[in-house]
């Protein structure tokens, strides 16, 4: 099946999936020519998205805004690709330079493609886009900005690809698409399989169970999510450090 031109069919599976093909002028979102591409981001206004996320999240910790913001974009990133994939057989090419991103923002992240090329939909080419193109430059930034773990940040991309795979699942037993169930499922099998996914955590079915922790827990009023590695908040002798 080929990409239609505004990828329509990512709306039917929520917001996390969906990728703005329009320049928001309508719904009085920010004018995309007035956003920085993601290649900028990486570059510049990463910090922007880190100070919207803390403030909103009421954390001075930088480094755990850091974790939310990279978990919230790597979830809108493997959400799209993987749904195109599922739904299209093929997936818009997610070049950091053609996606526009609003940093200032709420959840989940806006992101807007500025132009439509078609890419195969197999699990190499997925794991080029989103892996090699976008998470692993953000890690990359996020470790020598704010000093978070690698393994802490891999651990979101990986809890990010579960969560995506399983909202897919969802939808398609509500709505009688075995076939996408099992696309859904034979895609995601094989990108954990990648060696910066493979090591992240356990996988039964649909579920996840992360070997880390993305630091939620050190949110005010916050906890532990649910594939976390604890069970329970740890102590919070470094809160406010």
């Known amino acids: ?3 239609d031109p505004d990828l329509a069919g990512l709306r039917l599976l929520g917001g996390f999936f969906v990728l703005r093909m329009d320049d928001g002028a309508d719904d009085g979102a920010a004018p995309v020519r007035r956003l920085p591409t993601l290649q900028e981001a990486y570059d510049e206004a990463l910090a922007r998205r880190v100070e919207t996320v803390g403030s909103r ?3 001075r910790e930088t480094r755990v805004a850091a974790s939310i913001a990279q978990q919230g ?3 809108r990133l493997w959400s ?3 749904g195109c994939s599922v739904l299209y ?3 818009p090419d997610l070049d950091p330079r053609l996606l526009r991103w609003d940093t200032a923002a709420g959840c989940p992240d806006d992101l807007w493609l500025t132009e439509l090329r078609p890419l195969p939909g197999d699990p190499a080419t997925l794991a080029a886009t989103v892996l090699g193109g976008h998470l692993e430059p953000l890690t990359d ?3 020598t900005r704010y000093g978070v773990a690698a393994g802490l940040l891999w651990g979101n991309a990986g809890s990010a690809l579960a969560a995506a795979a399983r909202e897919l699942s969802r939808w398609a037993r509500g709505s009688g698409r075995t076939d996408v169930a099992d696309r859904a ?11 910066l996914l493979n090591a992240t955590g356990t996988r039964t079915g649909t579920a996840f169970r992360r070997r880390s922790c993305c630091l939620y827990y050190r949110v005010p ?3 532990v999510c649910g594939d976390c590695c604890f069970d329970r908040p740890p102590g919070l002798s470094l809160q406010g450090s």
């Open 80 to 82: 799209a690709a993987l």
């Open 89 to 91: 057989g093929g997936l």
């Open 1 to 3: 099946m080929d990409l």
């Open 141 to 143: 930034a996020l470790r």
């Open 73 to 75: 974009l790597a979830a």
């Open 185 to 195: 499922r034979a895609l995601t099998a094989e990108l954990f399989t990648h060696p």
């Open 57 to 59: 999240l009421g954390t």
């Open 221 to 223: 009023g916050g906890g």
